[in-house]
């Protein structure tokens, strides 16, 4: 069940509003739904986004506060660099779906009395529904964000992907998928602008899986890089005849994965401008 949330944001300039608009149109595909509303106008929110670089972002987020007395909204600090502190969300570097969304998802949200959490109004939803329209229209363009899968049984190494792609420029929105299996049901189910795929699964293998993503509808040309912690001659030629496009070795340095993430981006800028 999707649950919509009420989301205000204080100190930011008119590009990052616009930038979170953008995020919260891809939170439609998860179980918690964004919606950017009206500090001002809104009775209120269920969840405060803050620049913590304005200078009068304190002021203006007491105001709301006296506005809303008796309601407990959870804050999600954005900076460039911020102290860690227990209880305390942050949001650090380039506001893209990859690093916002996950911060998010994670973010309590306290049940208010009926009377205290807004509703949606009937004009945020129409501007959500415009900026989705828009992002529809600009999908095969490599300014706006690309869908990326990775698969891997490993909760570490997702983790480790994750945060090397939170460093691309591009927005990257990251799904996950423990089997092969599991990727083959998601890649059916929505369609990824490129894969990272381990080797060595439980059920089918990187091999076979593939093998079997090359045999989709529209998954012939998407760049597929397979993870391995083998290097051997044999084991690169069986994912070429598998299909895939690249191999990074388990554990990968930083600037090599740096630099096939760079390969990645020019691959699928090719195959979308030759759409």
């Given at each position: 069940?999707?649950?919509?949330?009420n989301v205000g944001i204080m100190g930011f300039s008119a590009q990052e509003e616009r930038k979170f608009k953008k995020i919260f149109t891809i939170s439609k595909n998860h179980e918690r739904c964004y919606f950017l509303a009206n500090t001002s106008e809104v009775?209120?929110?269920?969840?405060?986004?803050?620049?913590?670089?304005?200078?009068?972002?304190?002021?203006?987020?007491?105001?709301?506060?006296?506005?809303?007395?008796?309601?407990?909204?959870?804050?999600?600090?954005?900076?460039?660099?911020?102290?860690?502190?227990?209880?305390?969300?942050?949001?650090?570097?380039?506001?893209?779906?990859?690093?916002?969304?996950?911060?998010?998802?994670?973010?309590?949200?306290?049940?208010?009395?009926?009377?205290?959490?807004?509703?949606?109004?009937?004009?945020?939803?129409?501007?959500?529904?415009?900026?989705?329209?828009?992002?529809?229209?600009?999908?095969?363009?490599?300014?706006?964000?690309?869908?990326?899968?990775?698969?891997?049984?490993?909760?570490?190494?997702?983790?480790?992907?994750?945060?090397?792609?939170?460093?691309?420029?591009?927005?990257?929105?990251?799904?996950?998928?423990?089997?092969?299996?599991?990727?083959?049901?998601?890649?059916?189910?929505?369609?990824?602008?490129?894969?990272?795929?381990?080797?060595?699964?439980?059920?089918?293998?990187?091999?076979?899986?593939?093998?079997?993503?090359?045999?989709?509808?529209?998954?012939?040309?998407?760049?597929?890089?397979?993870?391995?912690?083998?290097?051997?001659?044999?084991?690169?030629?069986?994912?070429?005849?598998?299909?895939?496009?690249?191999?990074?070795?388990k554990p990968f340095q930083q600037d090599e994965f740096q630099k096939t993430l760079e390969q990645i981006m020019h691959w699928v800028k090719e195959f979308n401008d030759g759409k």
């Amino acid at each position: 069940m999707t649950i919509n949330i009420n989301v205000g944001i204080m100190g930011f300039s008119a590009q990052e509003e616009r930038k979170f608009k953008k995020i919260f149109t891809i939170s439609k595909n998860h179980e918690r739904c964004y919606f950017l509303a009206n500090t001002s106008e809104v009775t209120a929110v269920e969840l405060l986004i803050v620049n913590t670089q304005d200078e009068f972002v304190t002021q203006q987020q007491q105001s709301y506060r006296e506005r809303h007395k008796g309601v407990s909204i959870p804050v999600v600090n954005v900076g460039k660099s911020l102290a860690a502190v227990d209880g305390v969300y942050y949001i650090r570097g380039v506001l893209v779906p990859s690093r916002v969304l996950p911060i998010l998802d994670n973010v309590e949200i306290l049940p208010q009395n009926d009377d205290s959490i807004a509703e949606i109004k009937e004009s945020d939803i129409k501007n959500q529904q415009d900026v989705e329209e828009s992002d529809n229209l600009k999908n095969t363009n490599i300014n706006a964000f690309l869908n990326v899968l990775v698969v891997d049984d490993s909760k570490m190494m997702q983790k480790t992907v994750q945060l090397e792609l939170n460093k691309s420029t591009i927005p990257l929105a990251t799904e996950f998928a423990d089997s092969g299996e599991m990727a083959l049901e998601k890649i059916a189910a929505k369609k990824y602008d490129f894969i990272f795929l381990d080797v060595m699964m439980p059920g089918i293998d990187g091999f076979e899986t593939c093998t079997q993503i090359r045999k989709m509808e529209g998954m012939a040309k998407t760049p597929i890089i397979m993870l391995t912690s083998k290097t051997s001659a044999l084991d690169e030629v069986k994912g070429l005849m598998a299909g895939c496009s690249t191999y990074l070795t388990k554990p990968f340095q930083q600037d090599e994965f740096q630099k096939t993430l760079e390969q990645i981006m020019h691959w699928v800028k090719e195959f979308n401008d030759g759409k």
